[in-house]
């Protein structure tokens, strides 16, 4: 019955696709692609027909998954102390140190709390019989759980009746259960989210999870080791002990002195913090040894062996080519598998049999005897398909999707009542994987059939969810977040203000003064050489290829923003998401919309943007980081356009009063870069004395100010509007 009605509303989600998927994008909930060496951002695409899996079925699955992970869990402590299993024949030795995951840098630690794998990402698969199959364990840095949980709160507020009437399990308490698990594996300090950079392909997962565990949002360059102690070093350079990491970079990239020397993205002695135990490390670096594709075929084994359990959930069936008997199997029924690669991820090296022509399989065959261990097989496993809303004609339409169920472990395990449920774009197409096209659907678990839709003895666990938008200290925001805080004040003054002084020449090119646009062009330092007045509306507004653009001022304050996530929240990084979207959108319409004063969305979205800056639970310094920048920007740009002094006055009790905010504190060097320019620029502007009330602040940012190198010059760079421009 209650599934019924959930299928029955969830069917409602369908009419309210276009919203939730304008949410989504405004939110800038993305996921990153490498395509022909190139990163493309774009948008995760989101399918409103839910995965709805029964109490009871679930139930079932969730015993399935704690003594799966349970399992795994145990055979990592094994191998990387006693190795009992090895010495009992159960997992050959040859399987477990030729594992590429197989790290003997770690041999012997024992991690805080005796958790290796914090975060286990369980991918299966649902027979067309109604039976679910493991098809792969993931326990290093399995992601995907940020999009259910973000897609789950927009469709809470979409359709409100649908969630008062159906009782679906609450998923809002995974970051709870993160923050929880890492707080007990905690040394002690503050808990950070590693994250190799911008353009990884999940960066919007690692920002939005720092933001919802108040974890600290860091990159490796903002992390030191000092006495076996590893330290978050801030914008003035001070050194914060840090307890627990949250990683999200391979071990081969994440400590260049014990793994790959060749990485320039690790943190140099971090393996020997760890090894120490001063610092806990989630999940655990060596977990690779457990997910293996070729280790996953003794999971079964490794459950009986540790647990004195039969498998509650199916492995698929499968072949190992090291093994003679398998190897012979393989080959002879070659065009029937599934073949993959054990060294690949994310759906690639995966191989159907069926999909090839007899001198692909004999070369395919070829591989596999040159190299048995590199390569398993399996059974193909004819596996359901799900309801998704074709995007081309609104038809609902059969597709492939599996689940990834997460389960986290800390000082108790839990297994989170959602998952990723993913689908193939291609019809028939059996992979699914984020990184191969495909797209997302929330999963709703429903919750028990009784009068309050709750279990007898189970707690309500999300009453007491971490807040949203936590306070951020200035204290912990690193050097180049300060750069950004300022550049990002810049470039949203750039944008609103130069659309708003762009209007009046723009009223007296219509009133028939041809060339009126010219003056304006003058005083940003613009060509002025332009055919006609609609080629400079083009380039100064669209162009995302001119530094001067519009265009390009707001896909910089974009770029600055994003890094900020967790210190700026998800709610208001927002209005630079819109402002960035109704750019691109009027850019790609500009040839036929004379509708020039569309542009004031921008304008709005940014008055929106500071508006709540203003109004947040952020320190009142690192709000003022953003707002020197911007009123330092609005006065470069008031002098440029000539403005009289009294309009001036304004910007400089603004400016006065948030640099008063920061007294005493030490300033990045940007602040006395910028405002020294802007001196000089000054007296051959006509403003002898704003010049002078200018030069006391010189002076103190100058004796405060800290030099740094910027790890990312290209996204932090000062506006173009001449040459010279710091």
């Not at 200035?474 to 550049?487: G, R």
């Amino acid at each position: 019955m209650i599934e019924s009605a959930a299928r029955k509303l969830a069917k409602e989600l369908v009419s309210r696709r276009e919203e939730i998927n304008r949410e989504l994008s405004r939110n800038g909930v993305r996921f990153g692609v490498y395509k022909d060496g190139e990163y493309h951002d774009r948008l995760f695409p989101y399918d409103p027909v839910p995965r709805i899996i029964e109490s009871d079925e679930f139930d079932r699955l969730e015993a399935g998954l704690k003594q799966r992970v349970q399992a795994l869990n145990a055979y990592l402590r094994d191998i990387y102390s006693d190795k009992q299993i090895i010495h009992d024949g159960v997992v050959p030795e040859e399987f477990v140190y030729t594992s590429a995951g197989y790290y003997p840098q770690v041999n012997g630690v024992t991690p805080p709390g005796g958790v290796f794998a914090h975060i286990a990402g369980e991918d299966l698969v649902q027979g067309e019989d109604g039976r679910w199959w493991v098809l792969e364990d993931n326990l290093r840095i399995p992601s995907g759980a940020s999009y259910p949980l973000f897609a789950r709160d927009i469709e809470r507020r979409i359709n409100p009746r649908l969630f008062r009437d159906v009782h679906v399990r609450d998923n809002r308490d995974y970051s709870r259960l993160l923050r929880k698990a890492m707080d007990f594996v905690s040394t002690g300090g503050i808990a950070v989210v590693l994250s190799p950079g911008r353009y990884n392909s999940a960066f919007f997962e690692h920002a939005y999870l720092a933001e919802q565990t108040g974890a600290t949002l860091a990159f490796p360059e903002d992390l030191e080791v000092v006495d076996n102690r590893l330290f978050f070093l801030d914008y003035a350079g001070n050194r914060h002990r840090v307890g627990v990491v949250y990683r999200r970079l391979s071990d081969d990239y994440l400590d260049p002195f014990a793994f790959n020397p060749d990485s320039v993205i690790g943190v140099p002695g971090l393996l020997s913090a760890y090894r120490a135990g001063n610092v806990s490390i989630v999940n655990a670096p060596g977990n690779g040894a457990a997910d293996d594709k070729a280790i996953y075929y003794f999971a079964p084994q490794m459950i009986r062996y540790y647990l004195g359990e039969e498998p509650i959930l199916n492995n698929a069936p499968t072949y190992m080519p090291m093994f003679g008997k398998d190897r012979a199997e393989v080959l002879d029924r070659l065009g029937e598998l599934v073949i993959k690669d054990v060294a690949e991820a994310g759906g690639y090296g995966v191989v159907f049999g069926s999909d090839l022509d007899k001198s692909e399989r004999e070369d395919l065959a070829d591989r596999i005897k040159a190299e048995p261990r590199r390569f398993i097989a399996q059974e193909v496993i004819q596996f359901r398909d799900l309801e998704v809303v074709d995007t081309a004609t609104g038809d609902t339409v059969p597709r492939k999707a599996d689940l990834r169920a997460f389960v986290l472990t800390g000082q108790n395990m839990h297994v989170w009542y959602s998952g990723l449920t993913r689908y193939s774009s291609v019809p028939g197409q059996m992979i699914v994987n984020s990184s191969q096209g495909g797209g997302f659907k929330d999963t709703w678990v429903l919750a028990p059939d009784t009068k309050d839709g709750m279990r007898a003895g189970e707690e309500i666990t999300s009453v007491n969810l971490i807040p949203q938008v936590r306070k951020h200290a200035l204290q912990l925001v690193t050097a180049s977040k300060a750069d950004n805080l300022y550049w990002l004040g810049r470039y949203t003054e750039r944008a609103f203000t130069t659309l708003v002084q762009f209007y009046p020449f723009y009223d007296r090119v219509m009133d028939e003064d041809a060339d009126a646009f010219r003056p304006f062009a003058h005083a940003l330092d613009l060509p002025e050489d332009f055919e006609d007045f609609d080629a400079f509306i083009e380039s100064f507004l669209y162009d995302g290829n001119n530094p001067d653009s519009v265009r390009s001022a707001i896909v910089c304050a974009f770029n600055n923003a994003v890094i900020l996530r967790p210190e700026l929240s998800s709610r208001l990084l927002q209005y630079i998401e819109l402002a960035l979207t109704n750019i691109t959108d009027a850019a790609e319409r500009s040839a036929n919309d004379g509708d020039i004063y569309a542009q004031r969305d921008v304008a709005d979205n940014m008055l929106a943007f500071w508006g709540g800056i203003e109004n947040s639970s952020a320190d009142k310094e690192l709000k003022a980081f953003i707002f020197v920048g911007k009123y330092l920007e609005r006065i470069d740009l008031y002098t440029r356009f000539h403005m009289p002094d009294d309009e001036l006055d304004v910007s400089l009790r603004n400016l006065e009063a948030y640099a008063h905010l920061l007294d005493g504190l030490p300033l990045p060097q940007c602040f006395a870069d910028g405002l020294n320019w802007l001196l000089a620029q000054l007296p051959q502007r006509g403003y002898d004395r704003l010049t002078a009330k200018l030069r006391a602040f010189l002076d103190d940012f100058r004796k405060r100010s800290i030099m740094h190198d910027s790890a990312e010059k290209g996204t932090l760079s000062a506006m173009n509007m001449d040459a010279h421009r710091p």
